[in-house]
């Protein structure tokens, strides 16, 4: 079993900055391909970004690419998703993902096994 713990949501102003992270317990956290998702009340959860094990490929959503960079840290088991330009569409909570099986496209929330309790993240215009 893994847990994973996000931190770092809170209020900010449109075009302003958050980092969120999400700290993974266990050995393997190398081996997963990490994942970011927001949800609004009322919607499905939507894919923001992953990223590959070793940190070398990223995969963005049309609506953050540019404005957001997810990155990791094998060595402290921790993912990041540094946000930018931030917009009051943004708002939602976000949550961190793991997927054990790497098959399967890394923007469907079917594919991950594991998830945070997410944080909100919430951008006044």
């Known amino acids: 079993q893994v847990q994973l713990v996000e931190s770092g949501g809170g209020l900010v102003q449109a075009g302003g900055s958050l980092r969120l992270s999400c700290a993974a317990s266990?050995?393997?956290?190398?081996?997963?391909?990490m994942g970011w998702f927001r949800q609004v009340p009322g919607k499905e959860r939507e894919f923001v970004a992953a990223?590959?094990?070793?940190?070398?490929?990223?995969y963005y959503a049309d609506s953050v690419k540019g404005r957001f960079t997810i990155f990791r840290d094998n060595a402290k088991n921790t993912v990041y998703v540094q946000m930018g330009s931030l917009k009051p569409e943004d708002t939602a909570v976000y949550y961190c993902?793991?997927?054990?099986?790497?098959?399967?496209?890394?923007?469907?929330?079917?594919?991950?096994?594991?998830w945070g309790q997410g944080t909100q993240v919430t951008v006044s215009s």
């Open positions: 993902a793991a997927a054990v099986l790497l098959s399967g496209s890394y923007d469907r929330p079917g594919n991950y096994d594991y």
């Open positions: 266990g050995r393997y956290f190398s081996s997963y391909r």
């Open positions: 990223i590959s094990r070793n940190g070398g490929v990223t």
